[in-house]
């Protein structure tokens, strides 16, 4: 029997993410989701990244989970 791993769900428009790999917490915004896994992303808190929009990938980004969420 194969176990396979579910797809991480896809970051829509309006998400709440957080910068992967960052030495500190960095929060923004998908504001819109572009071709090949990329996403524009409006960055609402770190110290390089406050009120700047920037591309990030799938990779670079993971969703924020919900209050009261096990993840």
Known sequence: MTRTT????SPRAGDVVVLRGS?????GEVIAVLAEGRYKVRWTTGLGY????TTATADEIRKKPSPGSPN
């Not at 579910?6 to 769900?9: F, G, K, N």
């Open 6 to 9: 579910p797809p991480r769900p």
């Open 50 to 53: 406050r009120d700047r929009v």
């Open 23 to 27: 030495e500190e917490y960095v929060e």
